[in-house]
């Protein structure tokens, strides 16, 4: 009679236990020193039924974004977007005191990129980061007379106010005073330098820095003389509250030349409008603690009042898919479609069910009902969405990441919480474990995405968890994982969207669950270990 100590066989399980929770190597690795033991059979299960489909996802809340984008992004398969920002100014300095005889001289918009300085020594190299084309686009800068609440007063002023992205045509119809001629442009690396050759030479990260003078703009700048440099001492500048109803705010309208441009995503937090004027000297000790040029009595004095654009931010998008895609994306094949449509922006979501229907009617999958009877340990488990290279033009710009979510709870997966493969600096390789990164051919092109459920589909086995539907959207950053809510609720009871899907421009399509090759179908791979008794 065959004898096996139970002792042993209790410390073997215990150390492949110790291997699957510890580590997120590929299957064929974890667990490959007790391949040979007769008590384990090691497997993998792919016939999971995965039914996955995408729909439209608009309007979508536009406001309380940590970037925005501005510019046009022309996609070989979505189309062109136009992507504008209505921004609400706040005053640095509430309450200014201007001083005699103020002379208004210049108004500089500064709007500076995402990028990283690669220089060395003397040199400063800039990188420009989240840029997306190369073309350039018209852009207009007007003053908005359209008033940006704080809270919405519908809720009695409990609930923050939602824009949403529809709402260009609304704010185009407060347009007052063109501030900016309109400028064709593109974004440049290149530094901008004030003050050459000066002992005060300052050298600034690269940005969209535009100057405004009598000379060229006389009417926007005595606009800005009118709404602050008059109004010392009245009420309006005493606080920002009572500022941004008196300058409501100045809105970016993007256009497309030629049906192409480029998009720019942007902290306005870091945005600013600079009013440059002069003034008299002080006589005596009344200076305001605030930098000059001069301080003689005989010269007048250059003084700089800073309006923030960190207010109310809106983001508007005008996007208009071709029509057949938009009858997909607006009446789905919830049974399984043959692609899915990811697209960021005001954009699309995917629906994702797994396991199957359940036909015995006890709230359960009957395909997971039939696991949770085995007992397996869940090595992996991963979803692979494959690139349909069919619709997706070569060299076109994929996004690099997609995100996964408890679409039910709107909420993110435990791998999610336990994956800490990066630190949340990197973003490109952030919780690439569970999210990877898109895998690409030698031409560079997208070949597919594989994310790692793996605690996710053990504690639906083996812990009774529900069987939530998942959700999956194009991510610029992985590390956001706010949502933004939806004008419109959608079926299933979706009321909103990952923050992450919306800030991005790009998209992409996968072959679905349903596809003509059914090689190139989505696929649940579950690979285990099953104890023999």
């Not at 215990?14 to 490959?32: H, K, M, Y």
């Not at 053990?458 to 610029?476: E, F, M, Y």
């Not at 399509?509 to 791979?525: A, D, F, H, I, T």
Request: aromatic share 10%; hydrophobic share 35%; glycine share 6%.
């Amino acid at each position: 009679m065959k004898y096996t100590n139970p002792l042993c066989k209790l410390t073997t399980f215990l150390f492949l236990a110790i291997i699957i929770t510890s580590c997120q190597e590929d299957f064929n690795t974890v667990g490959s020193d007790i391949i040979a033991d007769p008590n384990f059979e090691f497997d993998l299960f792919d016939e999971t039924s995965v039914v996955a489909y995408s729909r439209r996802a608009i309007p979508v809340q536009t406001n309380n974004l940590p970037v925005y984008q501005l510019g046009v992004f022309n996609d070989p398969v979505y189309g062109l977007t136009e992507s504008s920002i209505l921004s609400q100014l706040t005053l640095d300095q509430t309450n200014p005191t201007f001083g005699e005889n103020v002379e208004i001289k210049k108004v500089i918009l500064n709007l500076p990129y995402f990028s990283t300085d690669e220089g060395t020594g003397e040199d400063q190299i800039f990188k420009l980061d989240s840029i997306f084309g190369g073309e350039p686009f018209k852009l207009s800068v007007y003053e908005s007379n359209y008033f940006l609440r704080d809270f919405d007063p519908t809720t009695g002023f409990d609930s923050p106010q939602l824009y949403y992205s529809n709402q260009g045509p609304i704010f185009q119809n407060f347009l007052g005073l063109k501030l900016f001629d309109s400028i064709p442009f593109k974004p440049s690396s290149d530094p901008t330098v004030l003050f050459p050759g000066e002992d005060n030479e300052e050298t600034l990260s690269p940005r969209l820095r535009v100057e405004m003078d009598m000379e060229s703009n006389p009417e926007a700048l005595n606009l800005f003389k009118e709404k602050i440099l008059d109004q010392e001492g009245n009420d309006v500048l005493l606080n920002n509250t009572n500022f941004k109803n008196h300058f409501r705010g100045i809105y970016f309208i993007a256009e497309a030349i030629n049906n192409q441009g480029t998009m720019i995503l942007l902290d306005l937090n870091n945005a600013n409008i600079e009013v440059v004027y002069e003034r008299d000297p002080f006589t005596g000790d009344g200076g305001d603690g605030r930098s000059h040029k001069s301080n003689r009595e005989d010269e007048r004095v250059e003084e700089t009042l800073t309006l923030s654009l960190n207010g109310v931010n809106v983001n508007t998008f005008k996007n208009n898919l071709p029509t057949q895609l938009e009858n997909v994306l607006n009446n789905p094949n919830t049974e399984g479609a043959e692609n899915l449509y990811l697209k960021g922006g005001a954009g699309t979501i995917t629906v994702i069910e797994l396991f199957g229907e359940d036909i015995d009617g006890n709230n359960v999958a009957d395909e997971l009902d039939d696991l949770r009877t085995k007992k397996w340990i869940i090595n992996e488990a991963n979803l692979t969405f494959k690139v349909n290279k069919n619709i997706v033009p070569s060299e076109s710009s994929e996004p690099e990441r997609v995100f996964l979510y408890d679409l039910n709870n709107n909420r993110i997966l435990i791998d999610y919480e336990l994956d800490n493969s990066s630190s949340s600096s990197d973003l490109v390789n952030f919780k690439t474990n569970h999210l990877g990164r898109l895998q690409r051919d030698d031409s560079n092109n997208g070949e597919y995405y594989r994310l790692r459920i793996t605690n996710h589909v053990s504690n639906l086995i083996n812990k009774d968890s529900t069987n939530v539907r998942l959700g999956l959207v194009v991510s610029q950053n992985i590390n956001l994982i706010s949502s933004q809510a939806l004008q419109n609720t959608l079926p299933l009871g979706i009321e909103s969207i990952p923050s992450a899907n919306v800030i991005s421009p790009e998209g992409t399509v996968l072959y679905g669950s349903n596809p003509s090759n059914p090689e190139e179908k989505v696929k649940l791979n579950i690979y285990y270990t099953e104890i023999n008794n």
